[in-house]
């Protein structure tokens, strides 16, 4: 069973850190790409980072850039994403995605159309 579980959100503080953990099961995830999204109550989900399956090529969208980090760990089948100098703008439900088409690839892809295996999202909230 395709598996892909999200932890580590909660409530913080502006200024803050958070690091989110994606444990994903039941497929060969280490040779995919994977992905983070985040949707904010009344906004379309949007793309916050992506690494390849060697953990050697990122991409963050511009809003995080230089305060996220993306990483995969030894094993390949789990994926951070460390937070840090959190704003209000940031809260929202994160999502881990894995690419099945991007199969031992370095490309990395900001669309969530391309990913075909979702978690179930971890809120994060942070007050100002």
């Known amino acids: 069973q395709v598996q892909l579980v999200e932890s580590g959100g909660g409530l913080v503080q502006a200024g803050g850190s958070l690091r989110l953990s994606c444990a994903a099961s039941?497929?060969?995830?280490?040779?995919?790409?994977m992905g983070w999204f985040r949707q904010a109550p009344g906004k379309e989900r949007e793309f916050v980072a992506a690494?390849?399956?060697?953990?050697?090529?990122?991409y963050y969208a511009d809003s995080v850039k230089g305060r996220f980090t993306i990483s995969r760990g030894n094993a390949k089948n789990t994926v951070y994403l460390q937070m840090n100098s959190l704003k209000p703008e940031d809260t929202a439900v994160y999502y881990c995605?894995?690419?099945?088409?991007?199969?031992?690839?370095?490309?990395?892809?900001?669309?969530?159309?391309?990913?075909?295996?979702w978690g179930q999202g971890t809120q994060v909230s942070v007050s100002s």
């Open positions: 995605a894995g690419d099945s088409g991007n199969y031992y690839s370095e490309y990395v892809s900001p669309g969530a159309s391309e990913y075909d295996y």
């Open positions: 039941g497929r060969t995830f280490s040779s995919y790409a």
């Open positions: 690494v390849s399956w060697s953990g050697g090529s990122t």
